[in-house]
C-alpha cells in the first residue's frame, strides 16, 4: 500500500462512518487510514449483530461491511436493514475478499450500494467514501 498522500480529495469529507469487521488488522488499517480525514468519524464493531444495533441507533452516513462475520453474515445485517436503506438513511458497502460470490449479488439487490474487494487501499477508500457520501 502506498500511504504517500496523493492529493487529497477536493473537498474534505464528513460524516458517520460504521465499519462492522471482525479481523482487527482490516479494523486498524481501515482506523489508521481515515486518521487522515478529521471530518470523519468512525464507529467500529466486530460483529454483526452489533452492527445491526449501531446502525438504527447511531444512524451512521455509510456503513462499510465484511460480509464474513462469525455471529451473523454481512448478508443477512443487509437483510436487517432493508428498510433503512431502501429509505436512504444510510449506504452500505460491502467488503470482501471474495472477487465475486451470489453473496454479494444477493446484497446489492437489498439496496448494497457497492462493494469493494480487500485489500483497500488508501486510495480505493478516500475516493469511494467520497462518492459514497456525496450520493448521501
Do not use: C
Not at 460524516?15 to 468512525?42: C, F, N, Q, R, W
Not at 449479488?105 to 459514497?132: C, D, N
Amino acid at each position: 500500500m502506498n500511504a504517500v498522500n496523493q492529493g487529497a480529495p477536493a473537498k474534505p469529507m464528513h460524516g458517520k462512518v460504521l465499519y462492522i469487521e471482525d479481523e482487527p488488522v482490516h479494523l486498524e488499517l481501515i482506523e489508521v487510514m481515515l486518521a487522515g480525514s478529521p471530518g470523519i468519524t468512525l464507529i467500529k464493531t466486530t460483529t454483526g449483530r452489533e452492527g445491526v444495533r449501531l446502525a438504527q441507533t447511531e444512524l451512521p452516513d455509510v456503513i462499510l461491511l465484511d460480509l464474513h462475520l462469525p455471529d451473523i453474515s454481512g448478508l443477512e445485517v443487509v437483510r436487517s436493514l432493508s428498510e433503512q436503506i431502501a429509505k436512504r438513511q444510510f449506504r452500505v458497502v460491502l467488503l470482501t475478499g471474495d472477487s465475486f460470490s451470489i453473496d454479494i449479488v444477493k446484497a446489492m439487490s437489498l439496496g448494497a450500494a457497492e462493494y469493494w474487494i480487500k485489500p483497500i487501499t488508501l486510495e480505493r477508500l478516500e475516493s469511494g467514501l467520497a462518492r459514497v457520501l456525496q450520493a448521501r
